[in-house]
Each structure stands twice: as C-alpha cells, then as structure tokens.
DNA sequence: ACGGCTTCATTCGCCTACAAACGATGCGTG
DNA sequence: CACGCATCGTTTGTAGGCGAATGAAGCCGT
C-alpha cells in the first residue's frame, strides 16, 4: 500500500507557524499521528517509542515557551543569512563570513588580523583562510605591522572600497526588509531581549 | 610611539552591549576616534575614507534598528549554540548538528533522509555527512525504504535513544537558562516576533 | 514495455569553522 | 645579552555546509 508514499509527508518547519508554546503540543500531536500513519509495519514497538516521547516531552512542558524562543532564534539567523547571501552576496561571489570580514575592515579602515577575528566573530585560523580568499580577489591587502612582525595589518583595495560602497546600501535594505513586518518598536525590544540573550550567556 | 599597541584595542563587540540603535552611533564614534589614534601613519588618507564611511553610515541610519535587530539575532544565535555545545553537548562529543539531527530522529522515531535534512535546516549532502559520523559512532540506524529503493530511513540505536534521554533534559535545562532573564511574556513575545521574520523571508 | 521526466541520496569541490600544535617574534628579568 | 614567557599568525586535522553534478530508482504517457 502507498501508505508511505502520500501520507509521510511530514509538516515542514520551515513552512509551518505552528511553533509556539501553545501550538507546540498541537504539532507534536500531528506528528504521533503521522508517525502512526507511517509506519506500516511494527506498530507496537513505534507506539511505544513515542509514547515515550510523550512523556518526556509532557514531563519538561514548563521550558516550552524558552524552546519556542530558541529555536526561533535559530531559524531565524539561518533564514537572514540565506536570504542575504542568495539576494545580495551571492552575484558577488561573496560568502557570509567573507562579507562579514569586508565589512570590519571597510569599517576600521586599517586593523590587525586578530581585531577582524574577534568582530566578525570568528576565530583566528578561520580568518587566516577568508583573508586568503579575499586578498586572492584584490579586495584585501595584506601588510606586516611595521612596529611588531608578528602583527598584520587587513585594509581594502581600492577594488573592495568600491565593491562595499556599491553592496553596504543593499545589504542594509534587506536587513530593513527582514524586519519589515515589525514596527520600530518592535524592532527594538527584539534587539533587547536578544542582547539580554547575549549578556546571560557571554558573561555580563 | 606605543599608540599602535595599547590605545588600538577595539571595543569588542561580543562584550560590548551598546549596538543598539542610539548606542549604535557611539559606537561608530568611538572607532573613528580608535582608528585615527591607530593609524600614526598617512593620517590624511585614513581620516578622509573614515569620513566617507561616515557619510555613507549616516545616509542610511534610518535604517538602524532594523541592523541593530538583525545583528544581534545573528549573535544570539551564535552564543546559544557555543553556549550549548560547551555545557552539554563537548562532553559526549557531539557537535551541534549531530545533536539536531538526533533530536530530529528522536522526535520521529523513524524517519526519510530527506525529511530530517528540512526538519534539521541543513542540506541533503550535509546530512549524508553527519549521518555517516552518528552511524559510525552507533546513534543511528541507516535502512533502505521498503518500498522505494531511493529513499532512506533513519532511526536511532538503543544506545541512541539512552544518549537522547540523558542529554535532552540538560539541553532544555540550558535553553531555559538562557531566556532566564526574560519573563514568559517576554520569551514569547521574541518567538513571535522572530517568527515574523522567518515568515518573511521564506515566504509566508 | 519503452522512453522521457521526476525524485531520491550520494559524491565532489570549495569554503568555512574550531581546537590544538607550531614557529616566529617581542618583552622582561636576571 | 640571554633566558624564559607571553603573544602573535599560520598550519593541521576533523567536521560541517552548500550548490552542482551524478547515478540509481520510480512514474507516466504512449
């Protein structure tokens, strides 16, 4: 039977809404009755299995609205630096930690490797190989710190200077638009309870 | 002349809690300030692209909150995940994919490749990958849909299952931790508004 | 039943991404 | 001046991560 065929279609996430505190119950109970839908063969075994899912679930139902918000929070930076990148980055052959690192030294101006590392929040080794790729395009030049040779120095060409004066404007448009649905307001208690997010785990 | 060595330490943003919107011009005012203490050399050249920044950054403030916003979804995100995989997910050696993954298989007891691939946010291929690792640690079972010889079905080993039962409380227990500062009203005010711009940019 | 079309998972090349190890450089003290 | 120690950036090894290409398998119209 083609049981496995039409009916496993699961629910999407990244489709469905229906993530909330409230609304996760609803969506763990499709899924039990997807699941039983699916399996086709041992049914005992699977029930059972979830079932125990049930339990678990049921038993840490307190943290459901701090899950809705992680998990958000999650897919949400996922769904911006894709659009981004497929929107803007993407025509210019840029990566997200490449445009990143772009915009730290069209920032700063002149900066050493391990400032462009701890503002794009990368580490050390990863930058060695961004600023690799960069500088192979002539968008980043390279320099030995003149006081201290263990120091180097990033800046752009005048080949990245333009290139980010052309894609910042963009770039900034779709952050607008990622957040269009919500007022000022809103886009301001967003950032601060994400900082406060920030400030609980990083230390503060 | 040593300013190129204390004085040029930047304000590092994953510390520094002023990126919103009013902290946001501060900020950028106190790393031209940084920048043409930095420099020592070509003082011209420097503070005239620092002015052109500026004038670029100021023609489009409007836009502010929404890159405040964005931006520290983007860093949320980040700490979440370090913070997770530090406290609960190091000591069994598992990465923060792998986890998703499990959780996903947990979740759905028996499930295609395909689905946890659009469940867990990551590609096809990626999840090809990932699960090679898990199987070859003994998480996951790997078998060939019954009734199409394309598909592929994934579930967990009981050492999988046991793995799953002993982590998931922690990992629940860090994401409450992590929203701690925020009362329910709060959480689901972010998920919702997170929510908003996941809908907005994968279509909704 | 045979030819195209679709839908899977896998593979490939390239690029992050991190921790740890490494080598080079600078600094401070004896 | 020379020794140890701290601080750089890079390298190494392992694991994600994606798009595109690949090949196997099913579907469907003729």
Redesign the pocket.
């Known amino acids: 039977m083609?049981s496995t065929?039409g009916s496993s279609h699961l629910c999407d996430p990244s489709r469905c809404p229906c993530d909330d505190a409230e609304c996760a119950l609803g969506r763990y109970a499709r899924a039990t009755a997807a699941a039983a839908d699916r399996q086709g063969l041992d049914t005992r075994t699977l029930a059972a299995t979830e079932q125990a899912v049930a339990e678990r679930l049921q038993g840490l139902a307190l943290n459901m609205s701090a899950t809705a918000a992680i998990s958000n929070i999650y897919r949400a930076a996922?769904a911006v630096r894709?659009h981004v990148?497929?929107t803007v980055l993407?025509p210019h052959d840029?990566?997200?930690?490449?445009w990143?690192v772009l915009w730290v030294i069209w920032i700063w101006g002149r900066i050493?490797?391990?400032?462009?590392?701890a503002e794009?929040?990368?580490?050390?080794?990863?930058?060695?190989?961004?600023?690799?790729?960069?500088a192979?395009r002539g968008l980043v030049n390279?320099v030995v710190?003149p006081?201290?040779?263990?120091?180097?120095l990033l800046s752009l060409t005048p080949h990245g200077e333009s290139l980010m004066a052309e894609l910042f404007p963009r770039f900034n448009a779709e952050e607008a638009f990622a957040v269009g649905a919500l007022d000022d307001a809103a886009q301001l208690q967003l950032a601060r309870s994400l900082r406060a997010v920030v400030h609980r785990l990083e230390g503060g």
Chains 1, 2 share one sequence.
């Open positions: 083609a065929e996922n894709n990148e497929r993407a840029l990566t997200w930690t490449g990143v050493e490797t391990r400032h462009v590392a794009a929040g990368i580490s050390k080794g990863t930058l060695t190989g961004v600023q690799k790729t960069l192979s390279r710190h006081d201290d040779a263990r120091r180097v």
